[in-house]
């Protein structure tokens, strides 16, 4: 009993930390190739992009940005929200829950929030 109550609240002050590392694995997976390994929008897709990716350390620019419009961007693409169709949509390779994972991960890339830092 005492046993599961530990292990239970070890899980949960756990999970936070789990979503964040399963976001930075996806990212290094389906991002880094246009958005860099930094988040720095200097990926090795760039040379030929005629629209560059989004600096996700630019702390101005992200801060332009709700936590809802990156949601819809990454689940829908660059055309949902008036960008290039260069940003590819996601919501058929990652879940909602994990397009809201990666969306707080580009909070700690920009270290920023919506509306100033
Ligand atoms: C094939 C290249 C490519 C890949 C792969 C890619 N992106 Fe993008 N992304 C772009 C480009 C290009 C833009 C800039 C679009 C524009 O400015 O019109 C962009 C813009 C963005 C934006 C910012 C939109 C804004 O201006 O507010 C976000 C957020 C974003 N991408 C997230 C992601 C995430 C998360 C992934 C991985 C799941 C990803 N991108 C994968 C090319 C890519």
């Not at 002050?13 to 389906?30: F, G, V, W």
């Not at 709700?66 to 919501?91: A, C, H, N, Y």
Request: with cysteine.
């Amino acid at each position: 009993m005492g046993n599961k109550l530990i292990f239970l609240t070890l899980l949960a002050l756990s999970l936070p930390a789990l979503a964040k590392e399963a976001a930075r694995d996806n990212y290094r997976t389906y991002c880094v190739q246009c958005h860099g390994m930094a988040g720095n929008g200097k990926g090795v897709n760039i040379r030929d992009m005629s629209v560059q990716p989004r600096d996700h350390t630019d702390a101005k620019a992200m801060s332009a940005r709700s936590d809802d419009t990156l949601f819809k961007v990454i689940k829908e693409g660059g055309l949902s929200i008036d960008k290039s169709v260069l940003m590819p949509p996601w919501g058929d390779t990652l879940s909602d829950d994990e397009i809201r994972d990666m969306a707080q991960y580009l909070r700690t890339l920009c270290k920023c929030k919506f509306g100033g830092n």
